[in-house]
């Protein structure tokens, strides 16, 4: 197993990238192939991704595969915010 086994850890690392443009929005990320590729389990990968949906941050694109949501300025850091606070 990876690195990471814990679906929070692992959405925490999506998000930041999702926040800091570093993964762009319209990007499709296929579960199974990019569990593979980071040498962890794909439920793993779908339970952080199911965290990022309930965030409005990815949208599923069928099975086995999310998108990117392309997010407003505003909806990016009014998400901050909200992150921020819970962390104070």
Known sequence: MGLIDNPGT?????????????????????LTQEAHELGIKPALLKQAMQILTTMGLVESEGPGRVRVKNLSTQSLQDLSFTLTRRRL
Not at 10 to 29: F, K, S
């Open 10 to 30: 692992l959405a925490a690392r999506y998000r930041d990238a999702i926040l800091t443009r570093r993964l762009a929005a319209g990007t499709i990320i296929d």
